[in-house]
């Protein structure tokens, strides 16, 4: 069993809510180098012949079954590019949590790039969550740019949740999606940026098969001077329903632009959009400090449960 | 006990002309008092309660509460001190779930039996609401009685509740009026201040205070007031003859 640093050990707890080596599948990757793995009855996580990354397969019919797969960088002037694939059996249920920490000491940049890729078979139930987090007292930029793909069969459905919330200067996020035949996505994005982070998150679903939906839920915090751009855009080419809701509070002298995008290519075709840029509400702040809290610590949980 | 002296609070209307929403205004409110609060709109009824509770800071004179000047004393630390303020437009909050904010009045992580205690008081059915976030998939009447389950958990010693009647059902409104019979019924130091025009919240007061164009117009025990402000003095009062009908409370 490898063994884990102080570092790894805070990183795990912040992306994965891990302490220790996690209970079903898992592999923990750290500094571009696997750290450990396992395997179940029914799932396999095997190592890539032709790019760095792995390939995960969940058996068909695979129930309440759960794979980590955590990304650790602590090397400064780390460059990690890892590609990941997942290939979800019919009638599978799985809990997928991934994730990356970057602790940067040094001066220089360090850089994860992760590329997942889901193939999701007829009718399976995919919970994928992924956090990540950058800490560290150096100089040296912490640099997450996750691209995540999904292609669901019919009847599957996946649910992602994507959390950024402390610590990463730079971030492009790219997320593409299509929808088979009655296949569900729902989408939920919590961004929180400070001092000049920037953080861009695009995204590209095709809604292809009759019945399919997909709800995108984007909710962030800007401070500072960081700067956040939103770009999701839903494509309807059948009879199927999508909606795009981008939430973000805005403070100090931040930048948010939000252009949620609903483009119908069949008259079947439900699609809506909003998106609502704004302070935090006066009246928030006055009720909680009616209830005993400061104008700080109302503000702190109002953005706490914003994000949540 | 708190006492007003001789409060004033001024604006600036749009020809930059000084207008008095409060003007000289004195009161006292003792310990273990229910009083009822009414007056035409545009009064200052409202705004009295929004300067007793910190959230708009008077021209002049003084607020003193248990014996501490409170005139110049932040939101929070008033709230600290036991004073209470329901709103008569409540705020929603994206993401905070009812439980928390019962929690955050409470000032401890409440368990769900507390948090069903304060919701059927209140007339919600707690396995319903603990879970919804206080945002806009709540109705008007359901924040409002989520906004009055808020100072019921906190459990203020003075109690401000603003039109707390506004926009909740006719059943509903049974259950809030025995809820606040029971606090006043229960003479343990705690006073509820009701800004109201509704004749059933009237009817349950010790006091009623009329308060017209910033000022105490009149003020008097709910026997002496009842006939001056025009309503008949109700016969049924006693607590076991008001109908509670058998709604979401009960599950």
Same mark, same amino acid.
């Given at each position: 069993?490898?063994?884990?640093?102080? /570092?790894?050990?805070?990183?795990?707890?912040?992306?994965? !809510?891990?302490?220790?080596?996690?209970?079903?599948?898992?592999?923990?990757?750290?500094?571009?180098?696997?750290?450990?793995?396992?395997?179940?009855?029914?799932? +396999?996580?095997?190592?890539?012949?032709?790019?760095?990354?792995?390939?995960?397969?969940?058996?068909?019919?695979?129930?309440?079954?759960?794979?980590?797969?955590?990304?650790?960088?602590?090397?400064?002037?780390?460059?990690?590019?890892?590609?990941?694939?997942?290939?979800?059996? !019919?009638?599978?249920?799985?809990?997928?949590?991934?994730?990356?920490?970057?602790?940067?000491?040094?001066?220089?940049?360090? +850089?994860?790039?992760?590329?997942?890729?889901?193939?999701?078979?007829?009718?399976?139930?995919?919970?994928?969550?992924?956090?990540?987090?950058?800490?560290?007292?150096?100089?040296?930029?912490?640099?997450?740019?996750?691209?995540?793909?999904?292609?669901?069969? +019919?009847?599957?459905?996946?649910?992602?949740?994507?959390?950024?919330?402390?610590?990463?200067?730079?971030?492009?996020?790219?997320?593409?999606?299509?929808?088979?035949?009655?296949?569900?996505?729902?989408?939920?994005?919590?961004?929180?940026?400070?001092?000049?982070?920037?953080?861009?998150?695009?995204?590209?679903?095709?809604? !292809?098969?009759?019945?399919?939906?997909?709800?995108? /839920?984007?909710?962030?915090?800007?401070?500072?001077?960081?700067?956040?751009?939103?770009?999701?855009?839903?494509?309807?080419?059948? +009879?199927?329903?999508?909606?795009?809701?981008?939430?973000?509070?805005?403070?100090?002298?931040?930048?948010?632009?939000?252009?949620?995008?609903?483009?119908?290519?069949?008259?079947?075709?439900?699609?809506?959009?909003?998106?609502? /840029?704004?302070?935090?509400?006066?009246?928030? /702040?006055?009720?909680?400090?009616?209830?005993?809290?400061?104008?700080?610590?109302?503000?702190?949980?109002?953005?706490?449960?914003?994000?949540? | 006990?708190? %006492?007003?002296?001789?409060?004033?609070?001024?604006? %600036?209307?749009?020809?930059?002309?000084?207008?008095?929403?409060?003007?000289?205004?004195?009161?006292?409110?003792?310990?273990?008092?229910?009083?009822?609060?009414?007056?035409?709109?545009?009064?200052?009824?409202?705004?009295?309660?929004?300067?007793?509770?910190?959230? %708009?800071?008077?021209?002049?004179?003084?607020?003193?509460?248990?014996?501490?000047?409170?005139?110049?004393?932040?939101?929070?630390?008033?709230?600290?001190?036991?004073?209470?303020?329901?709103?008569?437009?409540?705020?929603?909050?994206?993401?905070?779930?009812?439980?928390?904010?019962?929690?955050?009045?409470?000032?401890?992580?409440?368990?769900?039996?507390?948090?069903?205690?304060?919701?059927?008081?209140?007339?919600?059915?707690?396995?319903?609401?603990?879970?919804?976030?206080?945002?806009?998939?709540?109705?008007?009447?359901?924040?409002?009685?989520?906004?009055?389950?808020?100072?019921?958990?906190?459990?203020?010693?003075?109690?401000?509740?603003?039109?707390? %009647?506004?926009?909740?059902?006719?059943?509903?409104?049974?259950?809030?009026?025995?809820?606040?019979?029971?606090?006043?019924?229960?003479?343990?130091?705690?006073?509820?201040?009701?800004?109201?025009?509704?004749?059933?919240?009237?009817?349950?007061?010790?006091?009623?205070?009329?308060?017209?164009?910033?000022?105490?117009?009149?003020?008097?025990?709910?026997?002496?007031?009842?006939?001056?402000?025009?309503?008949?003095?109700?016969?049924?009062?006693?607590?076991?003859?008001?109908?509670?009908?058998?709604?979401?409370?009960?599950?």
């Amino acid at each position: 069993m490898a063994k884990l640093t102080n /570092i790894d050990a805070h990183l795990l707890e912040a992306i994965a !809510e891990l302490h220790g080596m996690p209970t079903g599948a898992y592999n923990i990757r750290k500094d571009g180098q696997l750290l450990e793995r396992h395997n179940t009855a029914n799932i +396999e996580i095997a190592t890539k012949t032709d790019y760095p990354g792995i390939d995960i397969y969940v058996k068909p019919g695979a129930k309440n079954e759960t794979v980590h797969i955590p990304v650790i960088v602590t090397a400064s002037g780390m460059q990690d590019v890892v590609y990941n694939t997942f290939y979800i059996g !019919e009638d599978a249920d799985v809990l997928i949590v991934a994730g990356c920490g970057i602790h940067n000491a040094g001066s220089k940049k360090s +850089e994860h790039d992760g590329i997942h890729t889901f193939y999701l078979g007829k009718n399976s139930r995919v919970r994928y969550i992924e956090k990540h987090y950058g800490v560290g007292e150096g100089t040296g930029e912490r640099v997450l740019n996750p691209t995540t793909n999904v292609e669901m069969e +019919e009847g599957s459905v996946c649910e992602m949740e994507m959390i950024q919330l402390k610590g990463v200067t730079s971030t492009i996020r790219d997320t593409n999606a299509k929808l088979g035949k009655g296949a569900k996505l729902t989408l939920t994005e919590k961004l929180l940026t400070h001092d000049k982070q920037t953080a861009t998150s695009n995204m590209k679903i095709e809604l !292809e098969g009759d019945g399919s939906n997909v709800q995108v /839920i984007s909710r962030s915090v800007a401070q500072d001077e960081s700067v956040q751009v939103f770009n999701p855009l839903i494509i309807g080419k059948c +009879e199927c329903r999508g909606h795009v809701q981008c939430d973000a509070i805005i403070q100090h002298h931040a930048i948010v632009k939000a252009i949620p995008g609903i483009e119908a290519q069949s008259e079947d075709a439900t699609l809506i959009h909003e998106a609502a /840029i704004g302070r935090i509400a006066g009246d928030q /702040i006055v009720k909680l400090m009616t209830l005993g809290l400061s104008a700080e610590e109302a503000e702190k949980q109002i953005i706490d449960d914003f994000l949540s | 006990m708190l %006492e007003i002296k001789n409060l004033c609070f001024s604006v %600036e209307d749009a020809a930059k002309r000084n207008l008095d929403i409060i003007n000289d205004l004195s009161l006292t409110i003792d310990d273990d008092k229910f009083v009822v609060i009414t007056g035409p709109n545009g009064g200052g009824k409202s705004t009295l309660a929004k300067l007793i509770m910190g959230v %708009e800071k008077p021209t002049s004179g003084q607020i003193i509460f248990n014996g501490v000047d409170i005139t110049d004393m932040p939101i929070n630390e008033r709230a600290k001190l036991g004073i209470g303020y329901g709103f008569q437009q409540p705020a929603r909050f994206k993401g905070m779930t009812v439980r928390k904010l019962l929690s955050i009045a409470a000032k401890k992580k409440l368990p769900a039996c507390e948090c069903n205690d304060y919701l059927s008081r209140v007339g919600l059915c707690s396995s319903e609401y603990l879970h919804r976030e206080v945002d806009k998939s709540l109705s008007g009447g359901e924040l409002k009685r989520i906004e009055i389950a808020t100072i019921l958990a906190a459990d203020p010693k003075l109690a401000i509740y603003d039109e707390p %009647e506004a926009g909740i059902d006719l059943w509903s409104f049974d259950r809030l009026t025995e809820t606040f019979r029971q606090i006043h019924d229960a003479k343990d130091g705690h006073s509820i201040v009701i800004i109201s025009h509704q004749e059933r919240i009237i009817d349950l007061a010790d006091e009623i205070v009329l308060i017209r164009a910033g000022k105490v117009a009149d003020s008097g025990s709910r026997d002496e007031m009842l006939p001056k402000l025009g309503y008949n003095r109700r016969t049924v009062t006693n607590p076991k003859c008001v109908m509670i009908p058998r709604d979401r409370s009960d599950c």
